[in-house]
């Protein structure tokens, strides 16, 4: 189905991108600037996620809540923002990763399951 395919190339990018950030030497300075994820296809796709297997709405919406909470967390930890960037002060860096690692783990866990179908 063509939803699964949409679904786990976005989440794939999303992936790679909080991979890269988390794979940065860490902050120049005092803090860490690190681009903000802007959902590009799943927001207008929330209708038709019914059309998902169970199991793949359930680590499909598990992943869009776990970015929405990604961005609202790093609002709160970082000491400015921009539309496109956090500034993440050296002393968040653990909280950084945390978050960081935790949402790149609930898309990679989506992205299994949609590729599981075979059709993504």
């Given amino acids: 189905m063509t939803l699964r395919r949409i679904l786990a190339a976005e989440f794939r990018n ?21 681009g903000k994820i802007h959902k ?22 598990n992943a869009l809540i776990s970015l929405e909470g990604m961005e609202q967390y790093l609002g709160h930890i970082s000491t400015g923002q921009t539309d496109k960037r956090f500034l993440i002060p050296a002393v968040a860096m653990d909280d950084f990763r945390m978050i960081t690692s935790t949402t790149a783990d609930a898309l990679n866990y989506a992205i299994e399951a949609l590729e599981h179908s075979g059709e993504a």
């Fill in 14 to 34: 999303y992936a790679r991108a909080l991979k890269a950030n988390l794979e940065a030497k860490g902050p120049v300075g005092d803090h860490l600037s690190v």
């Fill in 40 to 61: 590009l296809f799943s927001e207008d796709l929330a209708g038709e996620l019914g059309l998902l297997e169970l199991g793949e709405v359930d680590v499909v919406v």
